[in-house]
């Protein structure tokens, strides 16, 4: 800013009324001095060189305000056109910003509307600071969400499965990298023929997650997704057979009274139980029953309406 003079803007005042305000906020003179010259130029909607500068400082001293990345969007439109090393350059000045206010969903946003914008934007340049902002925070939702939008966006899939991988590997618990592994199978894998074989491994590959943490809902969810996508929502014996190692006793009938045996039964996890209710649902409503109570009685009772209405609407 100190490169422009400012002196001809006209400013809007942010003074407080304190008559009908709860509670008046106490700004410095700095404060209302920057964000008046905001809203002078922004009123005149002023496009220019020193009305950027202006918003670079604004955002630096409230990066949540959306207003202000607006206003930003529009002056750039403006000025740059389709000269691309222009769109670099304020794509570099967003790297720098990004890793100081990680969780400002507005940076992504913004992020996003440059992309678009750019004239020859490229996905490899986005690889380094979505990598280093989910090495930092591997449960950002906001990096997950903008980069599950880049990839559609540039058709570019190949990166994905080995940087999902990582991030499994590193937490089993990460649901957000669980969520990504269905983005890319349901974008890149279909049910056809030739896609069994992978979708079998895949499958595999769940198992053995799921045996480092029985009780973590992530893998369990990301099976379902793929039986029902895939595999039209049918069970197969193999896996009821994986499901019933985490459910001891809990659906042996006694003779005569369809309970569980008395005093035996152990869970290790809810998610395999829940699974079993659902695959016996079809074809041994008895049996989709009894799992369906026992969640609903023991071994999760804080749905246990949830689980009651599933069992009554067996019949």
């Not at 992530?218 to 014996?237: A, G």
């Given at each position: 800013m100190d490169k422009f003079d400012y002196s001809d803007v006209k400013r809007v005042p942010i003074e407080p009324d304190a008559e009908t305000e709860l509670c008046v906020i106490l700004y410095s003179s700095e404060y209302k001095e920057l964000i008046g010259l905001f809203l002078g130029l922004m009123k005149e909607n002023e496009l220019s060189e020193r009305a950027l500068a202006v918003t670079t400082a604004v955002i630096d001293v409230v990066p949540a305000l959306y207003t202000a990345w607006n206003y930003r969007f529009e002056i750039c439109v403006s000025l740059y056109s389709d000269q691309s090393e222009l769109w670099e350059k304020e794509l570099d000045w967003l790297d720098e910003l990004t890793l100081n206010n990680p969780k400002n969903y507005q940076i992504w946003s913004y992020r996003q509307a440059l992309?678009?914008?750019?004239?020859?934007?490229?996905?490899?340049?986005?690889?380094?600071?979505?990598?280093?902002?989910?090495?930092?925070?591997?449960?950002?939702?906001?990096?997950?969400?903008?980069?599950?939008?880049?990839?559609?966006?540039?058709?570019?899939?190949?990166?994905?499965?080995?940087?999902?991988?990582?991030?499994?590997?590193?937490?089993?618990?990460?649901?957000?990298?669980?969520?990504?592994?269905?983005?890319?199978?349901?974008?890149?894998?279909?049910?056809?023929?030739?896609?069994?074989?992978?979708?079998?491994?895949?499958?595999?590959?769940?198992?053995?997650?799921?045996?480092?943490?029985?009780?973590?809902?992530?893998?369990?969810?990301?099976?379902?997704?793929?039986?029902?996508?895939?595999?039209?929502?049918?069970?197969?014996?193999g896996i009821v057979e994986f499901a019933s190692k985490f459910v001891q006793n809990v659906l042996v009938l006694d003779e005569g009274n369809d309970e569980s045996a008395p005093g035996k039964a152990r869970v290790d996890s809810t998610f395999a139980l829940e699974l079993l209710a659902d695959a016996y649902a079809k074809n041994d409503p008895a049996k989709s029953k009894v799992a369906y109570t026992a969640l609903a009685d023991t071994w999760d009772p804080i749905r246990k309406n949830y689980w009651s209405l599933k069992a009554n609407q067996l019949g």
């Open positions: 992309v678009q914008q750019h004239p020859c934007p490229n996905f490899v340049r986005e690889l380094p600071i979505l990598d280093l902002m989910i090495d930092d925070d591997t449960k950002n939702y906001h990096v997950w969400s903008y980069r599950k939008w880049s990839v559609q966006f540039f058709d570019v899939w190949s990166h994905e499965l080995e940087f999902v991988n990582k991030y499994i590997d590193r937490d089993v618990y990460n649901n957000s990298a669980w969520t990504h592994r269905a983005f890319y199978f349901k974008n890149q894998v279909t049910k056809e023929e030739q896609h069994k074989g992978l979708v079998n491994t895949e499958i595999e590959y769940v198992k053995a997650k799921i045996s480092l943490a029985p009780q973590n809902v992530s893998p369990w969810n990301y099976l379902r997704f793929i039986y029902r996508t895939f595999k039209d929502d049918e069970y197969d014996s």
